[in-house]
């Protein structure tokens, strides 16, 4: 089983309150979309993650959260990428977000 990842999209966010959060120093999320090669059988190929960094002058925090064989099509990966990327959404929030989608 083979799976590729590719980048889709950063957003930085500098005005989070505390943790040192700042315009020098923000929290940068990267959004990236996942292809699993599999046999021709499987449904769900396309999966969706997202790696959460913030770096200050003390140290480097890092978060990531992803899920793969959730989108039957790329295109629908793709959009759910966008709308993280417009809400800004961090890696926490990740399985909630897919949780409430699925339910629709």
Not at 25 to 32: A, G, I, Q, R, T
Not at 58 to 77: G, Y
């Amino acid at each position: 089983m083979e799976k590729s990842i590719e980048v889709y999209g950063n957003v930085s966010i500098c005005d989070w309150i505390g943790n040192g959060v700042t315009k020098e120093f923000p929290v940068n999320l990267e959004y990236y979309k996942i292809h699993t090669c599999m046999p021709k059988n499987v449904e769900k190929p396309y999966g969706i993650g997202i790696m959460k960094t913030h770096e200050d002058t003390v140290e480097t925090c890092m978060e990531k959260s992803e899920f793969s064989h959730i989108f039957s099509q790329e295109q629908e990966a793709e959009k759910m990428l966008e709308l993280l990327i417009k809400n800004k959404v961090t890696p926490v929030a990740l399985r909630d977000v897919l949780e409430d989608f699925a339910s629709i």
